[in-house]
């Protein structure tokens, strides 16, 4: 079987470490709060100007002035702190930020990422994906590992690219891989969803990749 959204988030969780300082993005990423260790001290840091909010609000307790940059109502702890938008990307263009989870329409092999915009489709804008992915230290993208039965892990991106060489790691329904943006090791797959095979992660994959499982 593979993960569902509540799982993957799960799993990036397991890449939160104590003291850290984390920029969730919208949709899966957003979960990953539910999942942070008892007794790990964890900052999340929303773009729009909020650092160390809590978790979401129970139906009815919601402030419509709390909230994370997808939009949702947070609530604030004894912790948490307020500041423009500039000073928030102060923060992650200067390399405070320690991890970004975030979502992707496609990765590419090298650690390429595309995902702001479909050529055609309306946007919104990049929000601050393409300052996230190149000022913070490390980059984990949560996906599902395919949409519509084409392949979201690819050689090259087809589609406008939020950063080049920025992806240290993606988390899909199937499976973890690794990727060294740096080096020459390209994308190495290091763990398997319970229940599924090589062979299924081959077949929907058409990034190269080495098998460390």
């Known amino acids: 079987m593979a993960w569902t959204r509540e799982q ?3 799993r990036a969780a397991k890449e ?10 919208i949709g899966i990423p957003t ?14 840091q929303s773009e729009n100007g909020m650092l160390g909010f809590g978790p979401f609000p129970y139906e ?25 938008s500039a000073d928030s990307f102060s923060m992650i263009r200067g390399g405070h930020i320690d991890l970004s989870i975030l979502g992707a329409m496609q990765v590419a092999e090298n650690g390429d990422l595309a995902n702001w915009m479909i050529p055609g489709k309306m ?16 980059v984990v993208v949560v996906m ?12 090259r991106c087809n589609l406008p690219l939020t950063g080049a060489g920025v992806v240290d790691m993606v988390i899909t329904d199937l499976g973890v891989f690794n990727i060294d943006k740096k080096g020459s090791g390209g994308m190495t ?22 098998v460390a499982v």
Do not use: C, W
């Open 31 to 44: 979960l990953v709060s539910n999942y942070i260790p008892t007794g790990m001290t964890v900052q999340l």
């Open 144 to 155: 599902e590992h395919s949409a519509k039965n084409e392949a979201k892990l690819l050689k």
């Open 123 to 138: 946007v919104k804008g990049m929000g601050g994906a393409m300052d996230l992915v190149a000022g913070v230290k490390k």
């Open 8 to 10: 993957m988030a799960e």
């Open 60 to 84: 009815g307790d919601e402030d419509p002035d709390l909230i994370n940059a997808g939009k949702q109502t947070v609530t604030e702890l004894p912790t948490t702190s307020y500041f423009s």
């Open 16 to 25: 939160l470490r104590d003291g850290f300082y984390v920029n969730l993005g």
């Open 189 to 210: 797959l290091v763990e398997l969803a319970p229940g599924t095979s090589l062979e299924e992660i081959k077949s929907k994959t058409e990034a190269g990749y080495k």
